[in-house]
């Protein structure tokens, strides 16, 4: 790898360590900084460490924010009485664009994962339960992943929550909008099958 | 796009300006310097301004060079005799990646291309020109791309380089190595049949 003067290689090397970039893809993106107005680059490099020093966790859904209390937490015109709980900030981002939710969120941070030693204490399952004291919330969606860790965590707090004044759904599984039957997966076809429902 | 903290949503769309970067893995890697250790993002901030503030051009050849003249240029075991011409930093790269060549290059920095109205003055053909004054050269190797602005960029250069007591050779194109024939566009397979040559 020395082709390229050790400067810039040193760049290529830090590029390459983000997920999915390979060398090849460094070496692009490194040259398109070497090209780039600077002004470009500063940007670039200014924002990697402001993320890195400002950016915080919801002290209380725990999704990424830039002050204590996120901008939906701290939004009255959400609905305050349904709560979705989903793994990670990023399933809380994917479900915002749907557009179809319109409630507050909780950020479990993690997934129940005994082969990896993530018990319940791992998760922010007890920040959860400490949210509904108050019985505002009607409603606990449980929008976990729809593989078997995600769906142990959905049944392990539909489990904790079942003497609570409080209902609990589950986000429905099958088959994807627009996709065709024939390539659907046989477990997908199952489920979809098995949760049929009226027209 | 108002999902993520400002600061965040700042860091995401200065990724999406990298090129054959989507706002997908634009997110994807903003998540990745935000888990990662501060160190790294130190480090990946620091060396994009370094690289853009240190990186030069090789007074000689005009690769990327941490120094007046670069390291290849500098090497005194490289064979001063034969020069490979090729179009950007890049093509040098491959070649050397490549171990087929130990001898000196001319970055021409563009290739000709008179419907975006780059014509000869506008590439370092005037620079060539001159590397060759003290007869010094005995080869140069046309690199340029196999395209037509290439093509073109290689027999202009010839042509220039006709009445001069240098040989001057260009590159082969044909079948690449490892692939099937009937993969091979037909431009690709007449042009080495043309060139086929005895065994």
């Given at each position: 790898m020395g082709y390229y003067p050790s400067l810039l290689m040193d760049l290529i090397r830090n590029i390459c360590r983000l997920p999915g970039i390979g060398e090849k893809t460094a070496e692009r993106l490194a040259m398109h900084i070497l090209n780039a107005p600077r002004g470009e680059a500063e940007q670039l490099s200014r924002n990697i460490l402001k993320v890195k020093d400002r950016i915080k966790l919801c002290s209380i859904c725990s999704a990424f924010?830039?002050?204590e209390i996120c901008d939906i937490c701290r939004d009255r015109t959400r609905v305050s009485t349904l709560l979705c709980v989903v793994e990670?900030?990023?399933d809380m981002v994917a479900i915002e664009k749907s557009g179809s939710y319109k409630g507050l969120y909780h950020i479990l941070q993690g997934v129940l994962s005994p082969m990896n030693g993530i018990g319940p204490d791992k998760i922010r399952i007890r920040e959860l339960i400490s949210r509904l004291k108050d019985n505002k919330v009607?409603?606990?969606?449980l929008a976990t992943g729809t593989n078997v860790e995600g769906e142990a965590t959905a049944s392990y707090i539909a489990q904790r929550l079942k003497d609570r004044p409080v209902k609990v759904t589950r986000i429905?599984?099958?088959?994807?909008?627009?996709?065709?039957?024939?390539y659907v997966d046989q477990v997908t076809l199952r489920k979809a099958m098995e949760t049929r429902h009226d027209v």
């Open positions: 924010s830039d002050g990670q900030p990023a009607k409603e606990v969606v429905a599984s099958g088959v994807p909008v627009g996709g065709d039957l024939k």
